[in-house]
């Protein structure tokens, strides 16, 4: 069973910043293609960011410039630490990990940015 948890959840203002973790095993992190995912009420499942084993990064057009995902791998951690909050980032996000052929999902934590 691959464990992805998550940490970080929040209520923060508009403006303000948040950093999620996502704490993993050293085999996922070494070898799979790391990312946030997010999903709002009443919307899909979308991407917010990837990061791969070189340290190749991607992100969503809607948060680039505004979040940054990185990895610990000393600490087999995934962070994604979110700047300028804005009250359309509100969902539950979720850490996700592709290797090979096989996704894994963590259980997700809310992130609810409100004034």
């Known amino acids: 069973q691959v464990q992805l948890v998550e940490s970080g959840v929040g209520l923060v203002q508009p403006g303000g910043s948040l950093r999620l973790s996502c704490a993993t095993t050293?085999?996922?992190?070494?070898?799979?293609?790391m990312g946030w995912y997010r999903q709002a009420p009443g919307k899909q499942r979308e991407l917010v960011a990837t990061?791969?084993?070189?340290?190749?990064?991607n992100y969503a057009e809607s948060v680039k410039g505004r979040f940054t995902i990185s990895e610990d791998r000393a600490e087999n951690t995934v962070y994604l630490k979110m700047d300028n909050l804005k009250p359309e980032d509100t969902a539950v996000y979720y850490c996700?990990?592709?290797?090979?052929?096989?996704?894994?999902w963590g259980e997700g934590t809310l992130v609810s940015v409100s004034s």
């Open positions: 996700h990990a592709k290797w090979g052929v096989m996704n894994y």
């Open positions: 050293g085999r996922i992190i070494n070898n799979a293609v």
């Open positions: 990061i791969t084993v070189d340290d190749s990064t």
